[in-house]
């Protein structure tokens, strides 16, 4: 089984989900983002959604895709 092995590689399946979701979660990037230097109101809240726009874009490249199936009619 896989996820035995996923388990023990991360130590355990709550380590695994938190190394998942830190790895495709926007806040730590906009955390970074907003520890530094930065524009006026209106260039942080573009970066802000920049930001977030990319992350969603970086989704887990294993996910499935749904197939098409029959048309419902």
Do not use: H, Q, W
Not at 27 to 55: C, F, K, Q
Not at 62 to 71: E, I, R, T
């Amino acid at each position: 089984m896989l996820l035995p092995s996923l388990y023990a590689t991360f130590g355990g399946r709550n380590e695994l989900l938190f190394t998942v979701y830190e790895r495709y979660n926007p806040v730590l990037d906009i955390e970074n983002m907003l520890s530094g230097p930065r524009g006026d109101l209106p260039e942080t809240v573009r970066t802000v959604y920049r930001l977030m726009t990319d992350a969603l874009k970086r989704g887990p490249p294993c996910s499935p895709m749904p197939s098409p199936g029959p048309a419902i009619r």
